[in-house]
């Protein structure tokens, strides 16, 4: 007897463990249209709302002042917002680097094309950085020879587009595009190396500025263009630019 039940209870077992085979018999779903007609939660709008008023008091809130429009129409292979803004990225990344090298920034160079909007007249506020550079690039110091400084320049003549240049060069550019150039008030010395603030991205290459890749040195400061912008724009009651003699095209 207990033999019958041994044997009866390994027999259920078995059966119970055997793999059973499942197949899909049919599938059922519902259509949703999302669409004006869908009525938002109100629990979920409550639950934002907060969060919502915050970050649009926080983009509207005013920073800074300009007394003119500013931007990068308004004059030749210079204009007076790529002035501002490769000025400041040059004081702002400067005492970064010589902080950490003991060394200065010759001069600043970025692109044309990077700067995507303009500065109206009146108050100033965080939504203008986010705008004028919508892009997460950092400022990065290369250091160049003479003969990349010469392709810089070069590219700069060439191109014949207003990109920023920082207030510490003097580029007279002849017909002919023969040029003179002093950098910090001292003729350019083709034997020197110099030091270049720029973005990461030029850096790369980007915009074919390839004079900036296979730099003999490369320092990565951190500090997003975007960040500088408006640290500076803060410290500022007024935006004050204009149009100089960095740039003289005779």
């Known amino acids: 007897m ?16 055997k793999e059973r085979s499942v197949s899909l018999v049919k599938t059922t779903g ?4 999302i669409d ?3 009525r938002e939660k109100d ?3 409550n639950l934002i709302a907060p969060y919502k008023r915050k970050m649009i008091a926080q983009i509207n809130a005013v920073i800074s002042y300009a007394p003119k429009n500013i931007n990068r129409y ?7 917002l790529g002035n501002l803004l490769a000025d400041l990225c040059y004081d702002r990344a400067n005492v970064i680097f010589k902080e950490d090298t003991g060394k200065e920034i010759d001069f600043s160079m970025f692109n044309y094309g990077g700067i995507r909007a303009s500065i109206s007249k009146g108050p100033v506020t965080n939504k203008n950085p986010f705008q004028l550079m919508p892009f997460e690039n950092h400022l990065v110091v290369v250091e ?4 990349k400084i010469m392709e810089l320049v070069s590219y700069f003549i060439k191109n014949k587009s207003a990109h920023p240049l920082s207030k510490n060069i003097e580029l007279i550019v002849n017909s002919d595009a023969s040029y003179h150039l002093k950098i910090n008030a001292k003729k350019f010395d083709s034997t020197k190396n110099y030091f270049v603030v720029t973005s990461d991205y030029l850096q790369s290459g980007g915009d074919n500025m390839d004079f900036f890749k296979n730099p003999i040195s490369l ?7 975007r960040d500088a912008i408006v640290d500076e724009f803060k410290s500022l009651d007024t935006l004050r630019t204009s149009l100089d003699n960095r740039v003289i095209l005779q």
């Open 74 to 80: 308004d004059g030749k292979m210079q204009s007076s």
């Open 36 to 38: 004006s007609t869908l």
């Open 2 to 17: 207990k033999k019958a039940l041994l044997l009866l209870s390994l027999f259920l077992l078995f059966v119970g463990c």
């Open 43 to 45: 629990a979920f709008n």
């Open 144 to 147: 160049l020879s003479g003969k």
């Open 30 to 33: 519902d259509i949703i249209t």
């Open 219 to 225: 320092f990565k400061t951190d500090y997003k263009m």
